[in-house]
T-cell receptor, first 111, second 115 residues
Framework: SQQGEEDPQALSIQEGENATMNCSYKTSINNLQWYRQNSGRGLVHLIL?????REKHSGRLRVTLDTSKKSSSLLITASRAADTASYFCATDARGAQKLVFGQGTRLTINP | NAGVMQNPRHLVRRRGQEARLRCSPM?????VYWYRQLPEEGLKFMVY????????ESGMPKERFSAEFPKEGPSILRIQQVVRGDSAAYFC?????????????FGEGSRLTVL
C-alpha cells in the first residue's frame, strides 16, 4: 500500500501566488523527499528533509516536517507557469531501503 | 556525465509477447530501483537491485516479471506473456552508496503499450 498520501490531488492557482501541498505518511522514516514530474517525463528530486529536521529551504521551496503528526508540507512561493507539474512526496521508511511514493498533487499555474 | 538512461522509450507489444526494458544507471551508481506508474497515479515500487543481487522484490508480481542487474551491462526488467494490464510507464532510478535511501536519479521512463 502507498505510504504517502498527498492533498490536494489537484491545485490550480494564479501565477505569483503561493502553492502549498501536504503529505501524510504512516511509519517511522529516515527522511522524506519531494519530487517533481513534468508531463511525460521522469521524476526530478527537489529536496530531502531528514527525520531530525523540522524545516528546510531551497530557493523558492520550503519544506516542513512534523514527525509527531507524520506529515510534511511543500510550499512553492511566487509561483511561475513553469512550476506546472505533478509533485510527489516519497518516504524512506526505517529498514525499508526504498522510497515509497504518494499519489501526487497536480499543480497548474495559470498565467 | 550522462544521467540514468532507459530504453526503449516507447514499446508496443501484443498480448502474449515479451517486453524487455533496459536501464543504465548513472556512472558510479550500484543501486537500481524499478517503479511502475499508471496514468494520473503515483509510482509503485517494484524491485530494488544492487550489482548481481536482488535486494527487495516485494513489489513485483510473482509470475511473468523478473529483473536482473548483472556485473556488466544494464539492469533489465523482463515481462513475459504481457497482458493489457501491464500497459504503464516503467521508471528506473539509481543512487550512490549510503545506508539510507538518499536522492534517487530517475530515467525518462519506458512506456509499454500492450495491444
Amino acid at each position: 500500500s502507498q505510504q504517502g498520501e498527498e492533498d490536494p490531488q489537484a491545485l490550480s492557482i494564479q501565477e505569483g501566488e503561493n502553492a502549498t501541498m501536504n503529505c501524510s505518511y504512516k511509519t517511522s522514516i529516515n527522511n522524506l523527499q519531494w519530487y517533481r514530474q513534468n508531463s511525460g517525463r521522469g521524476l526530478v528530486h527537489l529536496i530531502l528533509i531528514r527525520s531530525n529536521e523540522r524545516e528546510k529551504h531551497s530557493g523558492r521551496l520550503r519544506v516542513t516536517l512534523d514527525t509527531s503528526k507524520k506529515s510534511s508540507s511543500l510550499l512553492i512561493t511566487a509561483s511561475r507557469a513553469a512550476d506546472t507539474a505533478s509533485y510527489f512526496c516519497a518516504t524512506d521508511a526505517r529498514g525499508a531501503q526504498k522510497l515509497v511514493f504518494g499519489q501526487g498533487t497536480r499543480l497548474t499555474i495559470n498565467p | 556525465n550522462a544521467g540514468v538512461m532507459q530504453n526503449p522509450r516507447h514499446l508496443v507489444r501484443r498480448r502474449g509477447q515479451e517486453a524487455r526494458l533496459r536501464c543504465s544507471p548513472m556512472k558510479g551508481h550500484s543501486h537500481v530501483y524499478w517503479y511502475r506508474q499508471l496514468p494520473e497515479e503515483g509510482l509503485k515500487f517494484m524491485v530494488y537491485l544492487q550489482k548481481e543481487n536482488i535486494i527487495d522484490e516485494s513489489g513485483m508480481p510473482k509470475e511473468r516479471f523478473s529483473a536482473e542487474f548483472p556485473k556488466e551491462g544494464p539492469s533489465i526488467l523482463r515481462i513475459q506473456q504481457v497482458v493489457r494490464g501491464d500497459s504503464a510507464a516503467y521508471f528506473c532510478a539509481s543512487r550512490g552508496q549510503g545506508a539510507s535511501t538518499g536522492e534517487l536519479f530517475f530515467g525518462e521512463g519506458s512506456r509499454l503499450t500492450v495491444l
